[in-house]
């Protein structure tokens, strides 16, 4: 079962799992899963803590000791997920160091309220950074219009960086650009490039997902062969951004300082409609010198069936942009849609870390003595 992912990691693309609870550190199943089914990276974000924590007795305990400290139910959610980060990191640590410190990476974001805030973003990542203490650690970072300088700065002080939520081109350049911007500001700072390592995290199927339901409601012929198309269409065309960037004179001038380039890593990877092939985000996005981030079952669907069949991204630029410009010739804004995606990817970790606030919350005043 795992001959396809050993095959995914040859054709050059870093498998991270994208969930993390402390029931996966507790029982080792984080660590088989290295082991076994080539993970070499791990994403977190607010929706995967709310589910991992919320009514699990995994945590019971601590949250007993923070209850009789009578800590904040902020601080309470802060140290309970930096404990799991850090575990984690610690059992990546060996893939990191072994990969020359590019994979073994762990990631954590920061407060979701803070998405459109750049000065506490900032303040929040360097937060983190320290409370952690694992040089393996990813502060994500969303790609808001608000992110972009906050990217910049804390790249300028040699933190790593995961920029989460992005779903347009345009904006994927941008984070290119803050990238390069933090990366010249930290070699003018006399700090090692080396030691900076980064991901951009462009979101593929929920754009399938918004796109497919305007497709479903216009209904012509040309609208149902549209469908299940815009997703890929926007991802490889992200990749071709990427390698304009890493050809430029900028990029090139930066690499030359020890710099690592921005890998690209495909998010949102889970199939949401039965209608297509459960690994279509797999199989259909490999090129090396990037990251699959998959939910578990994701990466089972990929190690019992995908079809790993080497590049499937170079060569495809040209009908990308003929499928993202059908959809416009259908009447669908790609403006739009990215931009509500973005709103939307917002809101939706923000209410993910209310509910994980307001259930911990409980479990604190429950435990108090």
């Known amino acids: 079962m795992t001959d396809n992912l050993r095959r995914l990691s040859a054709e050059g693309v870093a498998i991270w799992l994208d969930d993390l609870s402390r029931a996966r550190l507790d029982s080792g199943n984080l660590a088989e899963l290295v082991r076994d089914k080539e993970i070499v990276g791990v994403t977190t974000n607010p929706a995967i803590f709310q589910k991992a924590i919320s009514g699990k007795d995994d945590y019971t305990a601590q949250l007993r000791d923070l209850a009789v400290r009578e800590v904040t139910v902020d601080e309470a959610v802060r140290m309970i997920t930096t404990q799991d980060v850090r575990r984690a990191c610690d059992v990546l640590k060996p893939v990191f160091d072994k990969s020359n410190k590019v994979d073994g990476r762990v990631s954590i974001e920061v407060d979701p309220r803070l998405a459109h805030k750049t000065a506490p973003t900032v303040a929040e990542a360097r937060q983190l950074w320290w409370l952690v203490d694992r040089e393996n650690l990813l502060i994500k970072i969303p790609a808001t219009k608000a992110g972009l300088p906050a990217i910049s700065a804390v ?20 984070v290119m650009d803050a990238y390069l911007t933090g990366l010249e500001t930290a070699k003018a700072a006399g700090i090692d490039l080396s030691t900076i390592e980064s991901v951009a995290s462009f979101f593929v199927s929920r754009v399938d997902t918004e796109i497919d339901a305007r497709l479903d409601k216009i209904g012509s012929d040309a609208a149902k062969a549209a469908r299940g198309k815009a997703g890929l269409a926007n991802a490889r065309l992200a990749y071709e951004a990427y390698e304009e960037v890493i050809a430029s004179d900028r990029w090139k001038a930066l690499a030359a300082a020890g710099a690592n380039p921005q890998r690209p890593l495909w998010a949102s990877t889970g199939v949401k409609d039965p209608a297509y092939k459960d690994t279509l985000y797999v199989d259909d996005l490999v090129v090396r010198g990037t990251v699959n981030t998959m939910p578990e079952a994701t990466l089972d669907a990929a190690a019992d069936h995908g079809d790993i069949t080497g590049d499937t991204v170079h060569g495809t630029y040209d009908q990308s942009r003929a499928e993202l410009a059908a959809l416009a010739d259908l009447g669908i804004s790609y403006d739009e849609v990215v931009q509500l995606l973005e709103d939307e990817g917002v809101e939706k970790f923000e209410t993910s870390w209310n509910e994980l606030l307001d259930s911990v919350q409980k479990e604190l005043d429950r435990l108090r003595p």
Not at 155 to 169: P, Q
């Open 155 to 174: 790249i300028g002080e040699g933190i790593s960086v995961n920029v989460t939520l992005i779903f347009s081109l345009e904006r994927y350049k941008a």
